[in-house]
């Protein structure tokens, strides 16, 4: 990693971290309070706002969000993303500013954090439970009602580049039960916001796929996933000039 990037990364550290524990506390925690969600959802919003801003400004991180204009502006959809970098659902978050998640209900117990959570109207799952994919109806059902985008991480957790991870079928569930049209996401962002403490400048994308197409099998629907979320999010990689991150048995180009 170049000199530069590390300096870049030091001041990056000692503004971004003061800076969300700030924000957080004195802006959106209040918001908490109000009888709606709307105040915390904006609030959440100039955070993310603010977050890419001060990458940019500290470690020279810009971003792309790449046919983004696939993306419905309202109602029910499922967006299956892959996930590198702290940075992917503040990218998510930009898009549709309405969008909900799953989180694991430990989360929900932590003081400031759970309010939050709980106000945002995240969705509360037990990652523990060995029968946790049946709850996914549940989870459709409230999507679908509510008109709200969900995100999802196949992956569900980061995956450091050139690493892998199986990925989960909690999306195949939803797309089945719900019928909700389902967009996948590849990135790049982990070359550059690593999960580590040291990050690289460059451009970061956040790239949206086509809808897949309704009544695929649960097969087709995981090879499908595996070539929109792993495979393009390797050539997103290679576009940034940083294949050599990648393993040699990486999934070769795929087609656009």
């Known amino acids: ?3 530069t ?26 918001m908490c309070f109000a009888k709606t969600d709307g105040p915390v959802r904006r609030g959440i919003y100039w955070y993310c706002a ?5 990458a940019r400004i500290c470690s020279g991180i810009r971003y792309e969000h790449r046919f983004s204009e696939r993306l419905p502006k309202d109602g029910a959809l499922i967006i299956a993303a892959a996930h590198q970098s702290n940075m992917d659902p503040i990218l998510t978050y930009l898009l549709r500013s309405d969008v909900t998640a799953l989180a694991k209900k430990e989360l929900f117990k932590i003081p400031f954090i759970g309010p939050i959570l ?3 109207k995240i969705i509360k799952v037990d990652r523990q439970s060995k029968t946790a994919h049946k709850g996914m109806q549940a989870v459709a059902e409230h999507v679908e009602e509510s008109g709200r985008p969900l995100i999802v991480y196949p992956q569900a957790t980061r995956v450091a580049i050139g690493k892998s991870r199986p990925l989960k079928s909690g999306a195949y569930y939803l797309y089945k039960d719900a019928g909700l049209k389902v967009y996948p996401v590849a990135t790049n962002t982990g070359v550059f916001w690593t999960r580590g403490f040291w990050h690289r400048a460059g451009k970061a994308v956040f790239q949206v796929g086509e809808p897949f ?14 070539e929109e979320v792993v495979a393009k999010s390797n050539d997103l990689v290679r576009e940034a000039g940083y294949e050599h991150l990648l393993p040699d048995d990486a999934d070769k180009p795929s087609k656009a």
């Open 1 to 3: 990693m170049k000199l």
């Open 5 to 30: 990037d590390r300096i870049r990364s030091l001041f990056f550290n000692i503004v971004f971290y003061p800076y969300t524990l700030l924000f957080c506390g004195l802006v959106v925690a209040p």
């Open 118 to 120: 709980k106000k945002a």
């Open 50 to 54: 603010g977050s890419l801003w001060v």
């Open 213 to 226: 197409p309704d009544g695929l099998s649960k097969d087709a629907f995981m090879k499908r996933l595996h």
